[in-house]
Structure formats: structure tokens, C-alpha cells
């Protein structure tokens, strides 16, 4: 019995985030690098403002918020005036350029949900934004 306990306790003693690390590896110049985190910052906060807005009952607030800075909206406007090299689509796979333009078509459309003012058919739709994001992250990295 104590040789079976010692392993298995030692299994569960090793760190969470011990195993490897199986994502995508997407190599792009620091500059493009910089430009996506902050990208990806700010629709995180986009999002948590969406949700803020949700449960207060500003439906049509939080669909104002997700196409100006999720949805295509916001697309074309975050790369004004950049280099190629800075942009960071540039340097992604086409599969992972899909993904990201998967997340603005989710922005636009949980938008035109929500400009409708259905509070309920707008929290239906909110998974599928989120869900955009986690597909991204959880196959590509980008360090």
C-alpha cells in the first residue's frame, strides 16, 4: 500500500502548469508582439465592461462597446497608421488569422443582437465571443 500512496501522492504534488505546453508557437517581431497584447488587453476589458454593462441592464450599451472594440468595427481602426512589420496578422498562420477574424465577425454579431435591447437572446449570444477567444489561446502562443 505505501508503495502504491508515495507515487501517487507524488503525482499530485507536482506543479499545475508542469506539463508541456502543446500550443502553436507563433514567431512575430516584438513590435507586431506589442501590438497584440495590447490588443488582447483591450478586449478583455472590453469584455468585462460588456458583462458590467449586461448586468446592469445596458444591453444596447454593451453591443455599442463590442463592435467598437471586439467587433469589425474595430478591425480596420487598431492598425491605422502602422508598419506591416507592426502588424501582428502579418505573422500568423492562416488558420490562426482565421480565428482572429472569426472574433471580429462574434463581436459584430453579439452586437447586432444586443442593439436589439433582448437582454436574454444577448446573454445567449455572449458565449460565442468568449468561446472566439479561448479557441485562440488555447492553440496558439506567442512566447
Not at 472594440?69 to 506591416?84: F, V
Not at 488569422?97 to 446573454?123: E, I, P
Request: glycine share 6%.
Amino acid at each position: 500500500m505505501k508503495r502504491l500512496l508515495c507515487p501517487l501522492l507524488l503525482a499530485f504534488a507536482l506543479p499545475v502548469g508542469a506539463a508541456e505546453d502543446t500550443r502553436q508557437f507563433v514567431a512575430m517581431p516584438a513590435s507586431a508582439q506589442t501590438v497584440l497584447r495590447a490588443e488582447m488587453l483591450d478586449m478583455l476589458a472590453a469584455t468585462h465592461e460588456i458583462v458590467e454593462l449586461l448586468a446592469t441592464g445596458k444591453v444596447k450599451e454593451a453591443g455599442a462597446v463590442a463592435e467598437s472594440r471586439i467587433g469589425n468595427g474595430a478591425k480596420n481602426l487598431r492598425h491605422a497608421g502602422m508598419t506591416p512589420a507592426e502588424m501582428p496578422g502579418r505573422h500568423m498562420p492562416e488558420a490562426m488569422r482565421k480565428l482572429a477574424w472569426g472574433m471580429h465577425d462574434a463581436g459584430s454579431a453579439f452586437a447586432l443582437v444586443a442593439q436589439t435591447g433582448d437582454a436574454a437572446k444577448t446573454l445567449v449570444a455572449l458565449p460565442t465571443l468568449t468561446a472566439a477567444c479561448i479557441s485562440c489561446h488555447a492553440a496558439y502562443r506567442t512566447r
